[in-house]
């Protein structure tokens, strides 16, 4: 390590050391007597500064490290773990996953995944973007961020503070069936929370960027003029009277609802049969005009791999085609749970992309002329047992096509088998600051809860 965050010339070095480690533990493993074993070991370094008025708040630096083991003694599974990179440390690590081996009940899905379905190619996916930025630097670019935002408008006379993260993983993952794989990506945010008040009280709202590539990154002071402007927006918010009415998600937001689909078809929920999407594969769950995909390999996205958390290649592939549900998303453990193959998506999925439709954010508030525009939820409360869904939101209210007035304390609330059937349009408008690819989604009706 050099002065910054990262010294480019020894990370190849790193990741050949976490090779060796990880050869290591396999053999500590059989030697303990394991049937299989894999192991992932991982060197995790950070910097983060935060300011807030100006001042400096924080300023951290990271180095975590860490190596974990899973054996199998048939099928009887153990997993220990360590911070401790010492060879000792390592050593009593593997010791302590064998004795919890020793004294689990076999399970008949335990295992190692599929070796028919390693990965054997292994494209550079360009996500090795090293930030060279020292602490000072940061804390001079998260200031102007900071004040760009509170220049905007006296009514802006407080802040959350302003943010800059550098991120970077170096990884190895390796397992006694002779898969062995090591990946290096990088990791970048800037974000601004700011703090408005008039006559009718406070409001905060918020804007942030995210990439591999600092050079990918939205300028500082532009961030910082969208979380003011944002915040000023929310200023005179008001309640509504309770109804049903069109709920138009902004992007932002709009990814929650893949999310909770995604959830409703990974493996853990189904084999424990705890999901409202149990037995759907062939099945409409979207309009017939939707399609939801994975491409894991996009280059410089933000979940690309070219193998999941068990080795098992990754590939393109649609979840859903014409509305319908494709596939589930499943690692090895639960593909043998549900008598199926694993999906290459052990450690969960990699760049989901919605199909956007021709339609704008200004477009898709004309379509939808009188409703509800959501830009912040609140509450965990979705169950996927029974697809219910009931959350806290705030956001806009809209007349016409146009925007009308802010509006806070309101509940939303259906099921999201409806919701997803009531998709009405996807927008253009696409979020790239997460694997969640998309637009703006126009549902055609929730119920709004607010003061009567």
Known sequence: MNANLIDKDTSSADLDRLQSIAAEVLQHARAGGASEADVAASIDLGLSVNVRLGEVETVERTRD??????????????????????????????????????????????????????????????????????????????????????????????????????????????????????????HHSLSAVLIASDGNGMQRDYWYDSARAPGDLADAAAIGRKAGERTLARLGARGLSTRECPVLFAPEVARSLIGHFLS??????????????????????????????????????????????????????????????????????????????????????????????????????????????????????VSLVTGDYSRGASGFWVENGEIAHPVEEITIAGNLADMFKGVAAVGRDVDHRSHLLTGSILLERMTVAGEG
């Open 65 to 186: 490290r860490g190596v974990s083991v899973t054996v199998w003694f048939g099928k009887r599974k153990g997993s220990a773990s360590t911070a401790d990179l010492d060879p000792a440390s390592i050593r009593q690590t593997v010791e302590h996953a064998c004795a919890i081996a020793r004294h689990t009940e076999e399970d008949p899905a335990n295992g190692l995944a599929d070796p028919a379905l390693y990965a054997t190619d292994r494209p550079d996916l360009d996500l090795w973007h090293p930030w060279d930025i020292t602490a000072e630097e940061a804390i001079d670019l998260a200031v102007a961020m900071e004040d760009a935002g509170r220049a905007l408008d006296p009514r802006i006379g407080n802040s959350d503070g302003a943010s800059v993260q550098v991120g970077a993983l170096l990884s190895a993952y390796a397992n006694s069936a002779g898969f062995m794989g090591a990946e290096r990506s990088t």
């Open 264 to 381: 409703a078809i990974s493996g853990g929920a189904l084999y424990r049969r705890a999901s409202f999407l149990v037995d759907h594969v062939g099945k409409s769950v979207f309009p017939d005009w939707m399609q939801i995909a994975e491409r894991p390999r996009i280059p410089r996205g933000l979940c690309s791999a070219a193998f999941d958390s068990e080795g098992v290649a990754t590939r393109d592939s649609d979840l859903i085609t014409g509305g319908v549900l494709a596939r589930y998303i499943l690692g090895s453990y639960s593909a043998r749970r549900l008598g199926l193959a694993s999906t290459g998506n052990a450690g969960g999925v990699h760049n989901v992309i919605v199909q956007p439709g021709s339609d704008d954010f200004a477009a898709l508030l004309k379509r939808m002329h009188t409703g509800l525009l959501v830009t912040e939820l609140m509450g965990q409360g």
